[in-house]
């Protein structure tokens, strides 16, 4: 265990720390054009690239660093990369594979950089703050079929899969994150394939381990993930990675995620983080939850000993993490099983 896990660690048994907001919903609100997104390096690019948040690390750095910031105003111990699409996989939907690496360092250095200004100017205490390079669930599965009439096809295999993410902690690494965040899982195969990936990494490179935090996404009512995994069955199946936490984040608002967290709050070997939705999206796709609303919702949780993290996914904003900050300052942190502690 690295001083970093250590740090972690003992800071998630002392209280809970918050995660931050949604990045995507913080981008939409500066109103970006293709311009913004091509910047000067991408003027002449053969396709349209706006929607490509990832890119903007490298054409508009100024816009996330100050997002970080005001997340981390805001009471974020955890910042997340701006890297939810980054790896080749994702990217070839722009043609942009080869800025993988590039990006991946960049949003891992912005998120850095953020964390030294805030806590240079505010005196806040910089080892109680953490950069996580987010890894998301990319845009191909390795358990479903894209072709309904074809239920056997896949779209892509398990080493490209793994061979992507592999480039993806790479440049999160050499780009300075604290933790790695395999995040909004509704495909455990690709989850395998990103824990597989990080295990490879640092056993080639001799480096030492990061730890990792890994967050699925129940899709709906029935308690499983898109996949068909039981809440259960997802913890069994990736506790193989030794997570720091595992969690729940995306599709779900805080009300409908209540019992999915209660249950895992009852079968999770290790520390449980929860950044649920702002509500769920109205007919215009908006999110309508106020803060007050969520932080309600889920200092719940937190009174009821079930969580170590919290924070917020689509729809949530600074104040959303403001509020849900100052509702859970004082509860005590879900304690670790005994088996756990063993």
């Known amino acids: 265990m690295n001083m970093t896990e250590k740090r972690l660690r003992d800071l998630l048994q002392q209280r809970i720390l918050i995660i931050d907001g949604a990045m995507g919903t913080m981008i939409q609100r500066y109103k970006l054009e293709e311009a913004d997104y091509r910047g000067e390096r991408f003027r002449d690019w053969h396709m349209d690239i706006k929607g490509n948040n990832d890119l903007l690390c490298l054409t508009r750095p100024d816009v996330i660093r100050a997002i970080h910031k005001e997340y981390l105003a805001a009471g974020a111990n ?14 070839a ?36 703050r953490f950069v996580a390079g987010a890894i998301g669930p990319m845009n191909k599965t390795l358990s479903l079929s894209p072709d309904v009439n074809n239920p056997g096809y896949r779209a892509i295999t398990f080493d490209e899969v793994a061979d992507a993410y592999y480039e ?4 999160l690494v050499d780009g300075g994150a604290d933790i790695l965040l395999i995040e909004t899982i509704f495909d455990t195969l690709n989850a395998k ?8 990494y640092f056993r080639d490179t001799k480096k030492e381990k990061l730890p990792v935090m890994i967050s699925g996404t129940i899709t709906d009512a029935s308690g499983r993930t898109l996949s068909g995994q039981t809440l259960e069955a997802f913890v069994i199946s990736v506790m193989h990675a030794n997570p720091v936490s595992i969690g729940l984040n995306c599709a779900l608002g805080a009300s409908e995620m209540r019992p999915h967290v209660e249950e895992l709050a009852q079968i999770a070997p290790c520390f449980v983080s929860a950044y649920p939705n702002a509500g769920l999206p109205n007919a215009m796709g908006e999110y309508d939850e106020t803060p007050e609303q969520t932080a309600a919702i889920v200092a719940e949780w937190a009174r009821e000993g079930w969580v170590n993290v ?19 300052k004082n509860c005590t942190p879900r304690q670790l099983p005994e088996m756990a502690m063993a």
């Open 78 to 91: 955890i910042l997340e990369t701006n890297t939810f699409n980054a790896q080749q996989v994702s990217m």
């Open 93 to 128: 939907d722009y043609d942009m594979q080869s800025l993988s690496y590039e990006i991946n360092v960049a949003a891992a250095k912005l998120a850095r950089e953020a964390i030294e200004e805030y806590c240079a100017e505010t005196g806040a205490d910089i080892t109680e």
């Open 168 to 171: 993806q902690i790479k440049g």
């Open 193 to 200: 394939a990103a824990i597989y990936a990080v295990n490879k």
């Open 310 to 328: 919290l924070g917020g996914c689509c729809g949530t904003t600074p104040p959303h993490i403001a509020a849900i900050a100052a509702a859970v």
